[in-house]
């Protein structure tokens, strides 16, 4: 199994501090760690979550991740995986922010729309690319999984 940091390695162009915030301003995050890795997901439920062709996914160490400020709702939903997603939201506005439990987990994955820098998606892995939308491209050479990537040790 792959660690975070050489997936870090090969896929993360991003090497600046982070900090981000939802649409109205009220919940604001702090990054003091570099991500762990960044894809592009164009499955259905990113898709719906974006309101978009596909959602951004920022992945940090919790350890790394401070919210600032605001008021923050959680709620879960099951993955095609079929693990358990704990969804992250502004309570004011309704801006997802993140995935994952910052109080628990290794690793979480910020919504790459969040941040006030956005991401550079060079070199980001693509994952659920059978469900892309058709006209969408993803550049020649990216990384590419049709479905969910292989699970990285964290």
Known sequence: ??????????????????????????????VCGAPLGI???HCRECQKQSASAFGISVIVRSADFRLTSGDIGRWSRHADSGRTIVCN???????????????????????????????DLTG??????????????????AVQYSG?????SQ
């Open 39 to 41: 894809y592009v997901c």
């Open 1 to 30: 199994m792959r660690s975070w940091s050489s997936f870090a390695h090969e896929y993360s162009p991003v090497t600046s501090a982070l900090t981000g915030a939802c649409q109205c301003g009220q919940a604001r995050y702090e």
């Open 89 to 119: 939201f502004c309570r004011t506005c309704g801006t997802r922010l993140w995935h994952g439990d910052s109080d628990a987990a290794g690793a979480i994955s910020i919504k790459g729309g969040s941040l006030n820098a956005p991401p």
């Open 124 to 141: 980001a892995a693509h994952i659920w690319t059978r469900r892309k939308l058709a006209g969408v491209c993803i550049p020649e050479g």
């Open 148 to 152: 969910e990537p292989p699970r990285l």
